[in-house]
């Protein structure tokens, strides 16, 4: 996940099961929303808006797995302290990121 803008977010879309059940349905109507949850402190972070999705994309984003690329402008957050009443400890980011976390394929 990116920040593009203030108001703007980016993520790549990698191949899945095929199906393209929710890329069609974004096509049809692009209202969605996003949920991120902090495992630690309970907090969640609810964003609302719409996605657009970028089918165009430059060999080398191809060449690296990405298929398409998601922009999302944002409408609406809402914060949420404690709604989330599990709590984990973080172990470690995926091995398809870099050590901070990023998505190095994500364009800056």
Not at 55 to 70: F, H, K, N, Y
Request: glycine share 10%; hydrophobic share 40%.
């Amino acid at each position: 996940m990116r920040v593009v803008s203030p108001n703007e977010l980016c993520f790549p879309d990698y191949g899945g099961n095929l199906l393209f059940n929710t890329l069609g349905n974004l096509e049809v109507d692009a209202r969605a929303g996003l949920l991120f949850i902090d495992f630690e402190s309970g907090g969640m972070l609810h964003i609302i808006g719409r996605a657009r999705i970028c089918w165009d994309l430059p060999e080398t984003m191809r060449s690296a797995g990405v298929e398409r690329l998601i922009f999302f402008n944002i409408e609406r957050l809402v914060n949420r302290d404690h709604a989330f009443p599990h709590s984990f400890d973080f172990v470690s980011y995926s091995p398809h990121l870099g050590a901070e976390g990023q998505d190095s394929k994500i364009p800056q």
